[in-house]
């Protein structure tokens, strides 16, 4: 069982920043690869990036390469989601969730724990 928590939020200006973090409870923590989705207004949930269990694995949605990194401290059982160069469309709830695996990474079903979400609002 993993519980997680998201924070770091907020409004930002086009062409900002914002650093995103989840906090995971439980030991097992460094066994499960992670993964980041966000979801707007009336569409679906949508994947972002994912992190395999070492770290040594990382995968990205299109639109967010080259702007977006992934990384994972086991030893504090966390998860980042450096958001670099920020548009208006990445605006949306943002949310983590932990995986046994990434065979299927970009599917919402691939993952068995999520946390509640935390809002990135990004104005014009």
């Known amino acids: 069982q993993v519980q997680l928590v998201e924070s770091g939020g907020g409004l930002v200006q086009a062409g900002g920043s914002l650093r995103l973090s989840c906090a995971a409870s439980?030991?097992?923590?460094?066994?499960?690869?992670m993964g980041w989705f966000r979801q707007a207004p009336g569409k679906e949930r949508e994947f972002v990036a994912a992190?395999?269990?070492?770290?040594?694995?990382?995968y990205f949605e299109d639109s967010v390469k080259g702007r977006f990194t992934i990384s994972r401290d086991n030893a504090k059982n966390m998860v980042s989601l450096q958001m670099n160069s920020l548009k208006p469309e990445d605006t949306a709830v943002y949310y983590c969730?932990?995986?046994?695996?990434?065979?299927?990474?970009?599917?919402?079903?691939?993952?068995?724990?999520w946390g509640q979400g935390t809002q990135v609002t990004v104005s014009s």
């Open positions: 992190i395999s269990s070492s770290g040594g694995i990382t």
């Open positions: 439980g030991r097992t923590f460094r066994n499960y690869d």
């Open positions: 969730a932990a995986a046994s695996t990434l065979l299927k990474f970009k599917m919402p079903a691939n993952y068995n724990f």
